[in-house]
């Protein structure tokens, strides 16, 4: 069965931190490129941050540059998403994902649309100030 697996979202406040993790199972996560997308209450998704194959390449939406930080350990086909600094705009649910604008299509372009590949059910953050 190929699934993802987010964790690690929870209740903080504003200026924590927190990590959230995605493992695989079914699939090797080092065979795709992995992003990070999120979605709050009557809002669109939107992708935070996505990351090549082998970490090389790792781009960021403005809105969480230079307090998100991606990465992965392939020996483990997991990925991590450090988020510091938070923001009560940074609410909504987390949701890792595989391909998700085609296979092996790395974009700078958070903003294209996604819909490819495969999808974790997410994992909830809720920032309070």
């Known amino acids: 069965q190929v699934q993802l697996v987010e964790s690690g979202g929870g209740l903080v406040q504003a200026g924590g931190s927190l990590r959230l993790s995605c493992t695989a199972s079914?699939?090797?996560?080092?065979?795709?490129?992995m992003a990070w997308f999120r979605q709050a209450p009557g809002q669109e998704r939107e992708g935070v941050a996505c990351?090549?194959?082998?970490?090389?390449?790792?781009f960021y939406a403005d809105s969480v540059e230079g307090r998100f930080t991606i990465s992965r350990d392939n020996a483990r086909n997991t990925i991590f998403l450090q988020m510091n600094d938070l923001k009560p705009e940074d609410t909504a649910m987390y949701y890792c994902?595989?391909?998700?604008?085609?296979?092996?299509?790395?974009?700078?372009?958070?903003?294209?649309?996604?819909?490819?590949?495969?999808w974790g059910q997410g994992t909830q953050v809720t920032v309070t100030t």
């Open positions: 994902a595989a391909d998700p604008w085609g296979p092996s299509h790395l974009t700078n372009d958070l903003s294209k649309p996604a819909g490819s590949g495969v």
């Open positions: 079914g699939l090797t996560l080092n065979n795709y490129i």
């Open positions: 990351i090549s194959k082998n970490s090389g390449g790792r």
